[in-house]
């Protein structure tokens, strides 16, 4: 609409759909992909009004450009940063134009309030309470206020967290992605658009608007962004809020390279030519995204977070509480279990939403058979009026089956006192401690306890595939890790035993796979160490001592940064020279 139909339009548009983020998240159940859709409606509309001949068509334009604003800020929050933007440019071009008045303020309010509609909704669910799974009490107005803020998780921030990283740091992770993502020519396109459009009187405020947008956007969610970037995981949560600001860099190359056609054919002459360069240049661009990205993108055989998911549901038994913590658990088995109709004989309830005030007056009704011992688990006040332990939520189930997925929190260590826990794959069975533990029997139990055939280290590690594989790899070795910790905590004579226990279940995993992680070299010769130590129990101290040093060294090989590296070092060198002097000894 700025600059007409032609390749600068299509490379936009084109751009931003294959580009890695936009593709990557079009696929995925979640509020970006909407938000990417009222980033798009707001460009279109930033135009429509620019361009409008007219007073009546400008109206409709801001009219509708103030209800898309509403709705967009009812999907996510972070359009306020565009739309702060928008409003003063679009005031601004009203009263340049003599077209603003009260009645025209009150009508863009209107619309702009019409928008926040959807927001009726939650009160009216949250007193009728049908939902089996919802956040927050919205009943009351302090409910909704806490509820549209994100109060319980921090207002403009993306976790619960005090720490913070530094704004260049963050900054620099942007830069990184467009150079990596979008491609240094989309940057290049997009900079010099930037600089023809102070020559544009007629469409170079727009350009100026939509980097403002991108500026204060790109500073605002630096400032904010609490998140560890050098973490993968945690850099993947960090970019998705990235493809708002991806759109304005699209855009804007769009306008540098129809800017840049159109001042070649003003200067030199062949306009036939510079548009045949400029579709030769969308082509490729857009060619080089599909190329690179459709691989990594192309989710249409990806199962894996559903297997996960239903793989742990098989393995727990009928009836049981599964204590669900953190999004991977909590979400993929939230799904199966209320939208799929899987496994109703379960009772799913989150550890860190039973910590709300509002969770047990609002979703005990839906665990039928879980009996809560008060209105919230406060981990660090368990003996507060209307508070309780997790000891006295487990003591108050112990009809049922009680399973944590994946770990506790270790803010309330009171379950310690009555209950231990057992490994079961991903989760850790709560068992009273009174309950006696047959280490055979267990390890026969979860020895094969999933179905798994996942290689590993198959998906990058910014992936939630990544996690859910990485969970279903160390979950084969938890009860090997299990006995030789529950090994070295008793005096007993069955010590040894357990050990020995730890190293065959160690040994055969790794004789079992070729790839694996790490850390299984690791407790492999650990273990091997402690069985030498315990009396060997009848296998050959030198296949020990060499089981050991051999795997001390594959671990340093396939993790050279670990802080105890010299350490281990060290330990293979002694455990070579123990070698040594009994092969010296059994010499005749």
Same mark, same amino acid.
């Given at each position: 609409?700025?600059?007409?139909?032609?390749?600068?339009?299509?490379?936009?548009?084109?751009?931003?759909?294959?580009?890695?983020?936009?593709?990557?998240?079009?696929?995925?159940?979640?509020?970006?992909?909407?938000?990417?859709?009222?980033?798009?409606?707001?460009?279109?509309?930033?135009?429509?009004?620019?361009?409008?001949?007219?007073?009546?068509?400008?109206?409709?334009?801001?009219?509708?450009?103030?209800?898309?604003?509403?709705?967009?800020?009812?999907?996510?929050?972070?359009? &306020?940063?565009?739309?702060?933007?928008?409003?003063?440019?679009?005031?601004?071009?009203?009263?340049?134009?003599?077209?603003?008045?009260?009645?025209?303020?009150?009508?863009?309010?209107?619309?702009?309030?019409?928008?926040?509609?959807?927001?009726?909704?939650?009160?009216?669910?949250?007193?009728?309470?049908?939902?089996?799974?919802?956040?927050?009490?919205?009943?009351?107005?302090?409910?909704?206020?806490?509820?549209?803020?994100?109060?319980?998780?921090?207002?403009?921030?993306?976790?619960?967290?005090?720490?913070?990283?530094?704004?260049?740091?963050?900054?620099?992770?942007?830069?990184?992605?467009?150079?990596?993502?979008?491609?240094?020519?989309?940057?290049?396109?997009?900079?010099?658009?930037?600089?023809?459009?102070?020559?544009?009187?007629?469409?170079?405020?727009?350009?100026?608007?939509?980097?403002?947008?991108?500026?204060?956007?790109?500073?605002?969610?630096?400032?904010?962004?609490?998140?560890? &970037?050098?973490?993968?995981?945690?850099?993947?949560?960090?970019?998705?809020?990235?493809?708002?600001?991806?759109?304005?860099?699209?855009?804007?190359?769009?306008?540098?390279?129809?800017?840049?056609?159109?001042?070649?054919?003003?200067?030199?002459?062949?306009?036939?030519?510079?548009?045949?360069?400029?579709?030769?240049?969308?082509?490729?661009?857009?060619?080089?995204? &599909?190329?690179?990205?459709?691989?990594?993108?192309?989710?249409?055989?990806?199962?894996?977070?559903?297997?996960?998911?239903?793989?742990?549901?098989?393995?727990?038994?009928?009836?049981?509480?599964?204590?669900?913590?953190?999004?991977?658990?909590?979400?993929?088995?939230?799904?199966?279990?209320?939208?799929?109709?899987?496994?109703?004989?379960?009772?799913?309830?989150?550890?860190?939403?039973?910590?709300?005030?509002?969770?047990?007056?609002?979703?005990?009704?839906?665990?039928?058979?879980?009996?809560?011992?008060?209105?919230?688990?406060?981990?660090?006040?368990?003996?507060?009026?209307?508070?309780?332990?997790?000891?006295?939520?487990?003591?108050?189930?112990?009809?049922?089956?009680?399973?944590?997925?994946?770990?506790?929190?270790?803010?309330?260590?009171?379950?310690?006192?009555?209950?231990?826990?057992?490994?079961?794959?991903?989760?850790?069975?709560?068992?009273?401690?009174?309950?006696?533990?047959?280490?055979?029997?267990?390890?026969?139990?979860?020895?094969?306890?999933?179905?798994?055939?996942?290689?590993?280290?198959?998906?990058?590690?910014?992936?939630?595939?990544?996690?859910?594989?990485?969970?279903?790899?160390?979950?084969?070795?938890?009860?090997?890790?299990?006995?030789?910790?529950?090994?070295?905590?008793?005096?007993?004579?069955?010590?040894?035993?357990?050990?020995?226990?730890?190293?065959?279940?160690?040994?055969?995993?790794?004789?079992?796979?070729?790839?694996?992680?790490?850390?299984?070299?690791?407790?492999?010769?650990?273990?091997?160490?402690?069985?030498?130590?315990?009396?060997?129990?009848?296998?050959?101290?030198?296949?020990?001592?060499?089981?050991?040093?051999?795997?001390?060294?594959?671990?340093?090989?396939?993790?050279?940064?670990?802080?105890?590296?010299?350490?281990?070092?060290?330990?293979?060198?002694?455990?070579?020279?123990?070698?040594?002097?009994?092969?010296?000894?059994?010499?005749?």
């Amino acid at each position: 609409m700025l600059t007409g139909p032609g390749p600068g339009a299509v490379l936009a548009g084109g751009l931003f759909a294959v580009s890695r983020l936009s593709w990557q998240w079009s696929v995925v159940a979640e509020v970006f992909t909407v938000n990417n859709c009222f980033v798009g409606l707001l460009f279109f509309l930033i135009a429509s009004f620019h361009c409008a001949e007219n007073a009546t068509q400008r109206r409709k334009a801001a009219c509708w450009g103030a209800l898309c604003c509403g709705l967009g800020l009812c999907n996510q929050h972070t359009l &306020v940063l565009y739309v702060l933007v928008i409003i003063p440019w679009v005031l601004h071009r009203l009263y340049y134009c003599r077209e603003l008045s009260l009645r025209g303020l009150l009508s863009l309010g209107l619309c702009f309030l019409i928008g926040f509609l959807p927001y009726v909704y939650l009160p009216i669910s949250s007193y009728v309470n049908t939902a089996r799974w919802s956040w927050g009490d919205q009943t009351s107005l302090s409910g909704l206020l806490t509820h549209l803020l994100r109060t319980e998780y921090g207002t403009f921030s993306l976790a619960k967290t005090e720490s913070s990283v530094n704004l260049t740091t963050m900054l620099k992770a942007q830069l990184d992605h467009c150079l990596a993502d979008l491609t240094p020519p989309v940057l290049v396109l997009a900079g010099t658009g930037l600089l023809l459009s102070l020559r544009d009187r007629m469409h170079g405020s727009v350009s100026w608007l939509l980097t403002t947008m991108l500026l204060v956007y790109s500073l605002f969610f630096a400032w904010r962004a609490n998140l560890n &970037v050098g973490s993968p995981l945690l850099l993947g949560v960090v970019e998705r809020f990235w493809l708002q600001s991806d759109a304005a860099v699209c855009v804007l190359a769009g306008l540098g390279l129809s800017r840049t056609h159109s001042e070649l054919e003003r200067r030199l002459g062949y306009g036939g030519f510079w548009k045949a360069t400029s579709w030769v240049i969308t082509t490729a661009l857009m060619a080089h995204m &599909v190329r690179t990205n459709h691989r990594g993108c192309d989710q249409s055989r990806n199962d894996v977070v559903e297997r996960f998911a239903k793989e742990i549901l098989a393995s727990i038994p009928t009836n049981s509480i599964i204590l669900t913590r953190g999004d991977l658990p909590g979400n993929s088995l939230r799904y199966l279990h209320y939208c799929q109709g899987e496994r109703p004989d379960v009772r799913l309830v989150d550890q860190e939403m039973m910590t709300y005030t509002w969770y047990v007056a609002k979703l005990a009704q839906h665990h039928p058979g879980v009996n809560f011992p008060g209105l919230w688990w406060d981990p660090s006040h368990p003996k507060g009026k209307d508070t309780f332990s997790l000891e006295q939520f487990l003591s108050r189930n112990t009809e049922r089956d009680v399973f944590a997925c994946i770990g506790l929190p270790d803010g309330d260590p009171s379950w310690k006192r009555s209950f231990s826990r057992w490994p079961l794959g991903v989760c850790d069975y709560l068992v009273p401690v009174q309950r006696q533990f047959h280490p055979e029997d267990w390890a026969r139990r979860t020895r094969n306890i999933y179905n798994w055939s996942e290689p590993y280290d198959r998906f990058h590690p910014k992936l939630w595939e990544h996690v859910a594989n990485e969970e279903m790899w160390q979950a084969r070795m938890k009860t090997a890790f299990f006995l030789f910790d529950l090994a070295g905590r008793i005096q007993a004579e069955g010590r040894a035993r357990l050990f020995e226990l730890s190293y065959n279940l160690y040994k055969e995993l790794v004789e079992t796979h070729s790839n694996y992680p790490s850390n299984w070299d690791k407790n492999l010769a650990l273990a091997c160490e402690k069985l030498l130590r315990s009396g060997h129990r009848g296998y050959s101290p030198d296949d020990l001592l060499s089981c050991s040093a051999r795997h001390f060294s594959l671990y340093l090989e396939k993790d050279p940064g670990d802080p105890q590296g010299e350490a281990i070092r060290s330990a293979v060198t002694h455990l070579l020279k123990e070698r040594d002097r009994l092969h010296h000894r059994q010499t005749p």
